[in-house]
């Protein structure tokens, strides 16, 4: 990724970001990016990962200087915590995200699979984000159609977003990095650019 994000920096087509790339799942332990009894990720995501990266480069102030992006699992915390910490975040970029409706493999519990599941949350939502949402139609892990519902959810809401399904690509790396023009055009259209 900073290979190619140095392009598109080059490119004039993004504004410069810190990039940081913090793992989603501690032992290879998925928790929808929620807080779980012995893993808090998303209080650790939302405030321990910022705070750290304040104290040690210079960080803009408020979620318009606070982004996220991540694919797969990483794409589903994307998608979430703007919705759950919209005072932390102000945009969020799912590429092929985890199914938005949540993982009952992850959150046995269906009332809170469906509370704490991205979509159920932009349809209640009163936050002013900005979440950017792609998927290609060969990726059977992220069917276009869990991202179309979450856009649907958010209609009518303060929530902004925009859908992108290439037509071909997998759940993989290759798929991922065709996204990153687009998505990191996003982020950097609804984040706060550094001044110089």
Not at 45 to 63: C, K, N, Q, W, Y
Not at 107 to 120: A, C, G
Not at 182 to 187: E, G, I, T, V
């Amino acid at each position: 990724m900073p290979q190619d994000f140095e392009s598109l920096m080059n490119a004039g087509t993004t504004h410069p970001f810190i990039l940081v790339m913090p793992v989603v799942d501690p032992g290879g332990i998925d928790t929808d990016c929620t807080d779980q009894p012995n893993r808090k990720v998303a209080t650790w995501m939302a405030r321990d990962v910022p705070e750290l990266i304040s104290h040690t480069f210079r960080t803009l102030p408020g979620p318009r200087g606070w982004s996220l992006m991540g694919f797969s699992t990483g794409g589903f915390c994307s998608a979430r915590l703007p919705l759950a910490y919209p005072k932390a975040f102000g945009a969020g970029a799912a590429l092929n995200p985890d199914p938005l409706t949540g993982d009952k493999s992850v959150i046995p519990n269906p009332v809170t699979r469906l509370r704490t599941s991205p979509t159920y949350m932009v349809a209640h939502s009163n936050a002013a984000v900005s979440i950017f949402l792609a998927t290609s139609a060969q990726d059977r892990l992220s069917p276009p159609y869990y991202l179309q519902q979450f856009a649907k959810a958010a209609a009518g809401t303060r929530v902004q977003t925009q859908v992108v399904v290439l037509p071909t690509g997998g759940h993989n790396y290759n798929t991922w990095t065709r996204l990153y023009p687009a998505a990191f055009a996003f982020l950097s259209r609804h984040t706060t650019a550094p001044k110089p």
